[in-house]
């Protein structure tokens, strides 16, 4: 492994690739070796984990819906997939912590699979395309580990901060035989994933694109009176490529022009977006930045006149987090709000607004996250407002009364944190005269839209 691909160039790496043809984005299989190699080395680090240890990870597995035999599209494993890359159901893998070896355990097909679904494949077509040392068929796991004579067995058991879910632990008939540890791999793998090599990195910028390009293409199409459903997507909505996500959301007129009022509340939340970005760089603490787009919310629906009186005491009573109740942003990566938010010794900030923050964390280079705030107005926090002496002493009702019904502007991009900044991996037309512009020619015309300077960190 070259050093270029040690850091994670993917135009360096050489050997199999995940392709889906044509335009698409070719994403070598040396991402997952470079992942195994780091996770590896964290794990030689930490002093809990002895000599002759060996990571044990279970893969997705093929499920149907209900009670039926139609198949549910299968999507694998985050952790799997972030170690191994394996895009088929039903496997298991291994990695020997001291050498780096990896070993990939794949089902052996019945002869009838031949006939329904294709070419049933070797172990040796496994062990090339993934680029791993050793396959074996998950029916002789038991086996083959037993040979290697591992001191533990390291498997992933875990609590999902976002979803409070716990991580399936690898299992198989025989693993009683072993020791098993399932308290070290969890927090370390986790940690492994919150920072991005450079060739995620290159996979994230291609998922971007593409979303972008999707949310434009909605913008074109869109027009007064059109649901949502008839543009086959949400408008807060990102793809998946080779299961690394993106996560963007765009507000725009139906009618392709703003009226006053909406120009004001989605100025005041672009505001705030581009504030957040100016602010982004490592060891920036992530609540900070939530506190900030807060500010500036608050300081620019002064300026339009819903509220009134100082923004330093609307901000001593959380008033923020009735017009944005969610969090700034989450981590992004194989899964959409992605793993490591709360680590031990991040703690949750049981504060309005400040308590859904799926991470607390300080930034760091390489971290991907998205930028998304947003003001709302829902009936039913408003009215709590209203009944709050602490709160509706700031309120002017009067105008308040006029954006009942509005609902809301939410602006989402994504972000990867840099050494000195952040960059900007979303490309979609962001001011309202950019908005304005693209779709009234979108009508007409294959309109490109190009990242311009405004959107530029």
């Known amino acids: 492994m070259t050093g270029e691909v040690r850091r994670g160039n993917m135009a360096a790496a050489a050997g199999p690739s995940f392709w889906l043809g044509n335009e698409t984005l070719k994403v070598p299989v040396a991402l997952f070796v470079l992942n195994r190699r780091r996770l590896c080395d964290r794990l030689r680090q930490n002093k809990d984990v002895q000599k002759n240890s060996v990571v044990l990870l279970q893969g997705g597995e093929d499920t149907q819906r209900?009670?039926?035999?139609?198949?549910?599209?299968?999507?694998?494993?985050?952790?799997?997939?972030?170690?191994?890359?394996?895009?088929?159901?039903?496997?298991?893998?291994?990695?020997?912590?001291?050498?780096g070896r990896s070993m990939l355990f794949v089902p052996q097909l019945p002869e009838s699979y031949a006939v329904w679904m294709g070419k049933i494949h070797p172990p040796e077509f496994f062990k090339k395309k993934y680029a791993v040392d050793e396959v074996h068929y998950v029916n002789e796991i038991s086996s083959v580990l037993a040979s290697k004579k591992p001191a533990v067995l390291l498997t992933l058991r875990g609590v999902n901060t976002d979803s409070g879910n716990v991580s399936k632990e690898a299992s198989f008939e025989g693993i009683s035989q072993f020791n098993v540890n399932n308290k070290i791999l969890h927090p370390e793998i986790a940690e492994c994933r919150v920072i991005k090599t450079d060739m995620e990195l290159e996979v994230l910028r291609y998922t971007n694109k593409i979303s972008?390009?999707?949310?434009?293409?909605?913008?074109?199409?869109?027009?007064?009176?059109?649901?949502?459903?008839?543009?086959?997507?949400?408008?807060?909505?990102?793809?998946?490529?080779?299961?690394?996500?993106?996560?963007?959301?765009?507000?725009?007129?139906?009618?392709?022009?703003?009226?006053?009022?909406?120009?004001?509340?989605?100025?005041?939340?672009?505001?705030?977006?581009?504030?957040?970005?100016?602010?982004?760089?490592p060891g920036v603490a992530w609540p900070d930045m939530h506190r900030l787009a807060d500010r500036v919310h608050l300081e620019e629906l002064t300026k339009i006149g819903i509220l009134k009186g100082n923004v330093d005491d609307m901000v001593k009573v959380h008033l923020g987090a009735i017009f944005m109740p969610h969090g700034l942003g989450h981590l992004l990566g194989i899964d959409v709000h992605d793993v490591g938010g709360y680590p031990e010794g991040v703690e949750r900030i049981d504060l309005p607004g400040l308590r859904s923050l799926r991470t607390a964390r300080s930034l760091e280079q390489g971290m991907v996250l998205t930028i998304e705030p947003g003001i709302y107005f829902i009936d039913h926090l408003l009215d709590q407002a209203l009944h709050d002496p602490a709160q509706s002493c700031f309120i002017n009702n009067d105008v308040l009364q006029r954006f009942r019904g509005f609902g809301g502007v939410r602006i989402e991009d994504d972000i990867a944190v840099t050494a000195s900044g952040m960059e900007l991996l979303t490309c979609v037309p962001r001011t309202v005269e950019e908005i304005e512009a693209f779709m009234a020619e979108g009508q007409s015309s294959a309109k490109s839209f190009d990242c311009l300077s405004s959107q530029k960190q």
Not at 69 to 92: K, L, M, N, P
Not at 253 to 267: L, S, V
């Open 212 to 281: 972008s390009e999707a949310h434009k293409e909605v913008m074109k199409a869109v027009k007064a009176g059109m649901k949502e459903y008839e543009m086959e997507s949400l408008f807060d909505m990102g793809g998946e490529y080779y299961c690394y996500s993106s996560d963007i959301t765009c507000t725009f007129p139906a009618n392709g022009k703003f009226t006053p009022d909406q120009r004001a509340i989605y100025e005041a939340v672009l505001k705030s977006s581009r504030a957040v970005m100016k602010a982004v760089r």
């Open 66 to 99: 209900y009670c039926t035999d139609t198949g549910i599209v299968f999507r694998q494993e985050s952790y799997f997939h972030w170690t191994f890359g394996v895009t088929e159901a039903g496997c298991f893998g291994a990695v020997d912590v001291d050498t």
